[in-house]
């Protein structure tokens, strides 16, 4: 998993980009608080879907110092991408990888950058994203030879109206 945000320089190269913020886990989620009237079998009324902040994990590396600076700036910091990959079990080469899941954060600021670490481990940053719009897109897998990708679905939600829309191809 490889994280790029416009601006911040990163030390991970990737083979389909250049530098990258390499990720070890990250959290999202979205809900739908919905309110039941009394008395009623089927009466339930919602309000706006609820996003929580996007999370990263990663090891403290070369965008370390930017991150914390942008944060305490808390200006827009632009696009925020995350690239989820994995083996492509049908291709002919071995190593071959495909984009199966990416998730574009628009208009984000860093809300918080902790670190963490000891002893001779690796320290450890948790970086937290607020986002005005999502692109979630999905990349679907030939499931035999020669492997590669077929066909995507791309979705979108953006906070500021209320609205999104499905785009499957």
């Not at 980009?17 to 959290?27: D, Q």
């Not at 291709?91 to 963490?116: G, Q």
């Not at 999502?134 to 020669?146: G, L, N, S, V």
Request: overall charge negative; hydrophobic content about 30%.
């Amino acid at each position: 998993m490889y994280l790029e945000i416009d601006g911040v320089t990163a030390e991970t190269l990737s083979e389909r980009t250049v530098a990258n913020i390499e990720v070890l886990t990250y959290a999202h989620g979205v809900s739908m608080p919905l309110t039941f009237q009394t008395g009623s079998n089927t009466g339930r009324t919602h309000g706006r879907s609820q996003h929580q902040e996007f999370t990263i994990t990663k090891y403290l590396d070369l965008s370390s110092p930017d991150l914390n600076v942008l944060c305490c700036g808390g200006n827009n910091i632009g696009t925020v991408t995350l690239r989820i990959f994995q083996a492509d079990q049908h291709a002919a080469d071995a190593a071959a990888v495909i984009e199966y899941m990416t998730y574009e954060l628009n208009d984000c600021i860093i809300t918080n950058v902790s670190t963490s670490g000891g002893g001779a481990a690796r320290p450890i940053e948790t970086v937290t994203f607020n986002y005005n719009k999502i692109t979630w897109t999905y990349t679907k897998q030939k499931h035999q030879a020669p492997g590669g990708p077929e066909g995507s679905a791309s979705t979108y939600w953006d906070l500021n109206t209320n609205q999104g829309t499905t785009n499957s191809a």
